[in-house]
């Protein structure tokens, strides 16, 4: 096997030979799958259900505002004022993700990937706690309070899941594993539809139920996670705990020889080598990450930006001018939610195939083309009423397209593209563009909205146009790539002159290389593995 690094083996295995053979099919273990699963459980799901459990009860949460702001003040509320609780009741979920943004980047530094998750259900519950109880304690504020702090946990889990999934995953299946942050996400905005219907919880008596399920998806996450290894990358190129790390890919494997894994990462700790946990400024200084980083930038905001509040809008016109009574249509917006699961299943299932740039790119491309049929349709649906129903169609199969590939590619990517020092200050950038932009549409969308009515759909695919561009010209593939491959893919996207400066930097680093000593890493198995540089 030639790399960079000549090595010996001491003391090997005899089944382990000197030039592995990496294997064209990687099996999901048990342990993978749980990790996965419990992981998204308690946090991806937690965000995806937290965007819809406040659209059912919002008729009786102000009732509710209106009810204690009379008892507290004699007089009715204005209804300029109730809105603006409810404003900023929703909003403020957006200030809290900002919040757990910033956060996540030390945490996941000292804590580890595993443990942040787990102490970020605190979060969860006492969120869960505050808006369960609000009613009881006749306290609006203890709703926006909750709403804040529930945003916190989002923030910092839209971070460290990623992150989390991406280093204990196999390069082979790591699309489709990331992808099971979109799937549960999707989960989690149809379970919340679902809880919200008049027959469950959807009723002025029991609305507050609706806040306190959150408990539940942090109680699982809590009993199975702590039973699974940490991220073996953190364990061995930061806390430089060899047997632990190997340890944790045999776990997550399901295999007892994982030599060529742990070489695989000591490559990059070999390039990395007297390199500490980079900082966002250190990161942005950095040259050779800039397309990089200014990926992420684009790809999170065109993740909010895109139109999907837009949809969510319109839904209920679309559904009442199709003719469906107002009884139906929460039962009808069932199918959006399960139309979201499908197409994100789907691309998990298939973007080890196809790749992540086709599935990004094209679910950009399809969103431009039923935004500007949807836009139409909704400017002539006086005109003839079977305009209704293809508008129904567009609002599936702009919801689809979205969850093929923007709705869930963007967290993939992030992870994909840093190498282990620079993720989490990666994953902050990607969470502060991500929660902004989010603030940002809930701010303007009902100025464009008022402003140009159904053409505002045309916004968003100019949006979509400029990210899809964007993309088509400066991505490549990350399928199957280290994240020192990607780099090099990135690398001849740039101009002549720094194309010249990276290779003066490799030549550099390459002879300095040759002069630095041999060091060895002991395996938990007894062999010892000696690197000659």
């Known amino acids: 096997m030639e790399n960079n690094c000549t090595e010996t083996k001491e003391k090997s295995n005899p089944e382990v030979q000197d030039n592995p053979v990496v294997k064209t099919k990687v099996d999901w273990s048990a342990s993978l799958m749980v990790a996965a699963l419990a992981g998204a459980f308690g946090s991806s799901f937690l965000y995806g259900y937290n965007l819809s459990v406040v659209n059912a009860p919002a008729v009786f949460i102000k009732e509710f505002y209106n009810e204690t702001w009379e008892r507290r003040y004699r007089q009715p509320i204005t209804k300029e004022s109730v809105t603006l609780l409810w404003t900023i ?48 304690a006749g306290s609006p504020e203890m709703i926006i309070l909750g709403r804040f702090v529930m945003g916190i946990d989002g923030g910092i889990s839209l971070s460290a899941l990623p992150m989390y999934l991406s280093e204990i995953s196999p390069k082979q299946i790591r699309g489709s594993l990331g992808q099971i942050t979109a799937i ?55 806390k430089h705990d060899a047997k632990a790390a190997e340890k944790a890919f045999q776990t997550f494997l399901g295999k007892s020889d994982v030599s060529y894994e742990v070489e695989e990462v000591l490559e990059e700790s070999r390039v990395q080598r007297n390199v500490k946990v980079a900082s966002i400024v250190q990161l942005l200084r950095d040259s050779s990450k800039r397309w990089q980083v200014l990926t992420v930038v684009v790809t999170m905001a065109c993740y909010q930006l895109c139109g999907l509040n837009a949809i969510w809008f319109y839904t209920n016109d679309i559904f009442r001018g199709a003719g469906l009574s107002p ?37 950009f491309g399809l969103m431009i083309l039923f935004f500007i049929i949807l836009t139409v349709c909704m400017t002539l649906q006086n005109q003839a009423s079977w305009l209704s129903y293809l508008s129904i169609f567009c609002i599936l199969a702009i919801i689809a397209s979205f ?32 929660w902004l932009s989010n603030f940002a549409v809930g701010i303007l969308f009902p100025y464009i909205q008022s402003g140009l009515q159904t053409y505002c759909f045309l916004v968003f695919a100019a949006v979509c146009l400029a990210g899809a561009t964007y993309l088509f010209f400066v991505l490549p593939e990350t399928k199957n790539k280290t994240p020192l491959e990607i780099n090099q893919a990135f690398a001849k996207k740039k101009a002549p002159s720094e194309v010249r400066e990276m290779d003066q930097f490799t030549a550099t680093r390459k002879s300095s290389e040759e002069r630095e000593p041999p060091f060895s890493l002991t395996m938990g198995n007894g062999d010892t593995k000696v690197q000659k540089c």
């Open 89 to 136: 009741s929703v909003s403020v979920f957006a200030i809290g993700g900002l919040v757990g943004a910033l956060v996540v980047t030390p945490a996941v530094k000292y804590f580890g990937r595993k443990r942040t998750l787990l102490l970020n259900n605190v979060f969860a519950v006492v969120a869960a706690l505050l808006m369960a109880f609000s009613r009881l």
């Open 184 to 238: 549960l996400i999707c989960v989690g905005v149809f379970t919340g539809q679902v809880l919200g219907l008049p027959e469950i919880f959807g009723k002025e008596s029991l609305w507050p139920f609706l806040f306190g399920m959150i408990v539940v998806p942090s109680a699982i996450q809590v009993v199975i996670l702590p039973f699974l290894p940490e991220s073996p990358r953190y364990l061995l190129l930061e």
């Open 327 to 363: 009884e139906m249509i929460p039962y009808v917006t069932l199918s959006t939610g399960g139309i979201e699961i499908l197409a994100a299943v789907f691309s998990g299932l298939v973007i080890e195939r196809l790749g992540r740039r086709p599935l990004l790119i094209g679910g």
């Open 403 to 434: 969850c093929i590939g923007p709705g869930g590619i963007p967290f993939v990517l992030t992870g994909e593209f840093f190498p282990q020092s620079q993720r989490p200050a990666a994953f902050m950038i990607a969470g502060i563009i991500n």
